[in-house]
């Protein structure tokens, strides 16, 4: 069975620095991976996936992410983090048809 | 914001009855998937609907049950309702063969 984990309830970081918010995931097969962003009261808004090619995927509102293998990881960065980037980030795996997505990570970008 | 569109977007239930939540899919979508995401949890999939078939199912059980209709529509029905049902409960569109999935902004259930 497939299963995603973000390690990180919560990332802190100051407004101007790069962030990272760190994906691993199990899944048998060549994964299609993804991130979306859930900001307060709202439904899931989809950043970028990676599903074959380039280990760099570059995404929405300046977001990127690192695809490696070896280390079965998609980590999500911004090399310079803005306030309304703070909301609840989401990485997902999809083995076949339906969305396996991880506990979030609760992102902060401090002023 | 995406084209889809769930309707209402809250509602409070009595423990032991029904409730009927509805998704209108993008335009040109023709596969709609419910998910369930309770309080500080990640999504979970409830089930897949494509050419008005149930497609897949994750792990919930049967009194969670839905309809796809030719326009694509669905609706997500939940019978004898218990007070773990309160969640947020979404609803994503997409085409068959495309990756990425676009979400509604979900319908927030709560069970009294």
């Known amino acids: 069975a497939q299963s995603v984990a973000q390690p990180e309830d919560q990332v802190n970081v100051a407004e101007g620095n790069p962030l990272t918010v760190k994906c691993t995931y199990s899944?048998?097969?060549?994964?299609?991976l993804f991130w979306y962003v859930q900001y307060p009261n709202r439904g899931l808004q989809f950043l970028l996936k990676?599903?074959?090619?380039?280990?760099l995927v570059k995404g929405s509102y300046g977001f990127e992410a690192e695809f490696n293998k070896s280390q079965t990881s998609f980590h999500l960065k911004k090399p310079s983090a803005l306030v309304s980037d703070s909301a609840l980030y989401f990485c997902?795996?999809?083995?076949?048809?339906?969305?396996?997505f991880g506990s979030g990570t609760q992102l902060t970008v401090l002023p | 914001e995406t084209g889809v569109t769930q309707s209402p977007t809250h509602l409070i239930k009595t423990r032991g009855q029904q409730v009927t939540l509805r998704c209108s899919s993008q335009?040109?979508?023709?596969?709609v998937s419910w998910y369930q995401q309770a309080l500080g949890q990640g999504p979970q999939f409830i089930f897949q609907?494509?050419?008005?078939?149930?497609?897949g199912r994750g792990n919930f059980p049967p009194r969670f049950s839905g309809l796809q209709f030719p326009n694509y529509s669905s609706e997500l029905n939940v019978n004898a309702l218990e007070l773990d049902d309160s969640a947020l409960y979404l609803c994503?569109?997409?085409?068959?063969?495309?990756?990425?999935?676009?979400f509604g902004q979900g319908t927030r259930l709560t069970v009294v």
């Open positions: 994503a569109s997409s085409s068959r063969g495309d990756t990425e999935a676009f």
């Open positions: 899944v048998s097969g060549n994964p299609y």
């Open positions: 990676y599903i074959t090619g380039d280990n």
């Open positions: 997902a795996v999809r083995p076949l048809w339906e969305l396996t």
């Open positions: 335009s040109g979508h023709n596969t």
């Open positions: 609907y494509y050419r008005e078939e149930e497609n």
